[in-house]
């Protein structure tokens, strides 16, 4: 079962828009949330990152927001750019597991100029 | 550069065939992973190790080994590759913060 989902296997946006990629998640004990961006033929980088204890964290042009009542999170792009297209993962850290990271399966980003 | 090495970047092999990978980190990072990804799959954690000689099983383990002799190094074997087992393997290690995770640049591997 999984317990890290992102629905929405890809997205397009426009160059200058906002780009919002969600995640779901079903174990309320994950302590912390992640992103990670991957491009073709390289591995996964981390973008940002936010506490189960705060609901908002930006860093630029990103920020992460956090529902936890909706065990729900999101990332916004603004503005989006052409380079921003990537895949984007969602990743969760469980609290017994050694704090291993569990990630959703991905969205693809498109950002046409 | 979070500092992580493996090796080989790409490798096709027999099914049946033993296969070794291999993930050197120069951070001095006591955790080290092994991700898989696949299509539809996105990453799924193969084993961890949370020190020397002290490793312990992920999401997809089965038919899948590891090593951890020196801090720097973990190895992923294959004791016996089948074609599902066509993947990209990533290595990564877990960051000074203890939170985020640094990954490799990813093994290619074929199984024909």
């Known amino acids: 079962d999984q317990q890290v989902k992102q629905n929405s296997p890809s997205l397009s946006v426009q160059e200058g828009r906002i780009s919002i990629l969600n995640c779901d998640y079903t174990?309320?004990?994950?302590?912390?949330f992640l992103w990670y961006k991957k491009y073709p033929a390289e591995g996964p980088t981390f973008l940002i990152s936010i506490s189960s204890i705060k609901d908002k964290n930006e860093d630029g042009r990103f920020t992460v927001f956090l529902n936890k009542s909706a065990k729900h999170l999101s990332l916004h792009i603004v503005p989006s750019q052409p380079g921003d297209s990537a895949v984007y993962f969602c990743?969760?850290?469980?609290?017994?597991?050694?704090?291993?990271?569990?990630f959703g399966k991905g969205t693809k980003l498109s950002v046409k100029p | 550069d979070a500092g992580i090495t493996q090796s080989p970047r790409h490798k096709v092999t027999e099914t049946g065939t033993p296969v070794t990978l291999r993930c050197h980190q120069t951070?001095?990072?006591?955790?080290m992973y092994w991700y898989r990804q696949d299509p539809g799959h996105g990453l799924r954690l193969i084993h961890y190790s949370y020190g020397v000689k002290d490793t312990d099983k992920g999401e997809v383990s089965d038919g899948y080994s590891v090593s951890r002799s020196k801090t720097e190094d973990f190895l992923l074997t294959l004791e016996s590759a089948t074609s599902s087992q066509t993947s990209v393997y990533f290595c990564?290690?877990?960051?000074?913060?203890?939170?985020?995770?640094?990954f490799g640049q990813g093994t290619r591997l074929t199984v024909v």
């Open positions: 990743a969760a850290r469980g609290w017994g597991s050694q704090g291993n990271l569990i």
């Open positions: 990564a290690i877990r960051g000074a913060s203890d939170t985020e995770a640094f």
């Open positions: 174990n309320s004990m994950f302590d912390y």
């Open positions: 951070e001095n990072h006591r955790y």
